[in-house]
């Protein structure tokens, strides 16, 4: 059965980092586009980041552009957002996709 495990999550200040994790099994991610979401209390889950299959192409929502990298490590079969200059609004449930596969999801707090 196809799985995605997220990871990384926790409770940060505003202006740091966190790098979150996204394990796959049972098919190989080099093959797939990939995409990172997430979800705010009490507001639809929004499209963060994607990654080509190769790894060579990413796009990411303006909210988060120049301080959010997504990433590839095909030997690890692991997909991961490297998320820096944190802000409030950055709170949220992260998952990460690929095509119908979703992710269970991983808690990430920013405050102070």
């Known amino acids: 059965q196809v799985q995605l495990v997220e990871s990384g999550g926790g409770l940060v200040q505003p202006g740091g980092s966190l790098r979150l994790s996204c394990a796959a099994s049972?098919?190989?991610?080099?093959?797939?586009?990939m995409s990172w979401y997430r979800q705010a209390p009490g507001k639809e889950r929004e499209w963060v980041a994607d990654?080509?299959?190769?790894?060579?192409?990413?796009n990411y929502a303006n909210s988060v552009k120049g301080r959010f990298t997504v990433s590839k490590d095909n030997a690890k079969n692991t997909m991961y957002l490297q998320m820096n200059s944190l802000k409030l609004e950055d709170t949220a449930v992260y998952y990460c996709?690929?095509?119908?596969?979703w992710g269970q999801g991983t808690q990430v707090t920013v405050s102070s």
């Open positions: 049972r098919f190989t991610i080099r093959m797939y586009v």
């Open positions: 990654i080509s299959s190769g790894g060579g192409s990413t």
């Open positions: 996709r690929c095509n119908e596969y």
